[in-house]
């Protein structure tokens, strides 16, 4: 290896090839389509919590209303 270029160093030249082709293969057409195919269910994963959420929100008002309406006396 030479001090004043490490760039000719075995390791350095297969961590540049190893990244190359890791780049390569993330600017290629499938792995985006991959990536936003991932985006889509989360987004599709949060909308369907928040509507569980808001109807056990809806739920627990309800049977909380209902209860307090009993009387007791």
């Not at 390791?11 to 057409?29: F, I, N």
Request: charged fraction near 20%; glycine fraction near 6%.
């Amino acid at each position: 290896m030479n001090p004043l270029n490490p760039l000719n160093d075995p390791a350095v030249a297969y961590l540049r090839a190893v990244l190359g082709a890791r780049m390569a293969r993330l600017r290629s057409d499938e792995e985006r389509s991959r990536g936003a195919s991932a985006i889509e269910w989360a987004i599709i994963t949060a909308i369907l919590a928040l509507i569980a959420i808001t109807i056990g929100a809806v739920i627990q008002k309800k049977i909380q209303d209902k209860a307090n309406s009993i009387n007791t006396g």
